[in-house]
């Protein structure tokens, strides 16, 4: 099941579906889009490390969802199929990257980018 993900206001606010939500042990992530620094689809991103889950579900080929501890870092999954997987990098914020499958990488990857505020020059 994928994510939702949309903007209110000047907050992302990603919303874990179905079971997905037990397995990844959360429900909704509110990050200030003044946090996010860039999004991009990777469909390669399964076959990454995952690090030590602390919380969360990680069986191999089926599903990756919660808490992952790696390099120093914390960061989100919630992806079944990767080859729909978007990740999304933030700056202080609880969780370095949340690494997450929705239903159309691209329009998340635009939505994502358009909707985060850039420096004016």
């Known amino acids: 099941m994928t994510a939702d993900v949309r903007v209110d206001g000047d907050t992302l606010v990603i919303d874990v579906q179905g079971l997905d939500k037990l397995w990844a042990l959360k429900s909704r992530l509110e990050i200030p889009l003044a946090n996010v ?9 399964g076959r990454e490390r ?3 889950r602390a919380p969360g579900t990680h069986v191999p080929g089926v599903i990756t969802a919660g808490t992952f501890h790696l390099d120093g ?3 989100f999954w919630d992806v079944r199929d990767p080859s729909k997987a978007v990740v999304i990098a933030l700056r202080d914020q609880t969780y370095a990257r949340l690494v997450i499958e929705v239903e159309d990488p691209r329009a998340t990857v635009d939505l994502v980018e358009h ?4 420096p004016q020059r």
């Not at 860039?38 to 390669?44: F, I, L, Q, R, Y």
């Open 37 to 45: 620094t860039g999004a991009t689809a990777d469909p390669g991103i």
């Open 50 to 52: 995952k690090g030590v």
């Open 73 to 75: 870092e914390k960061v």
């Open 115 to 118: 909707a985060i505020p850039r």
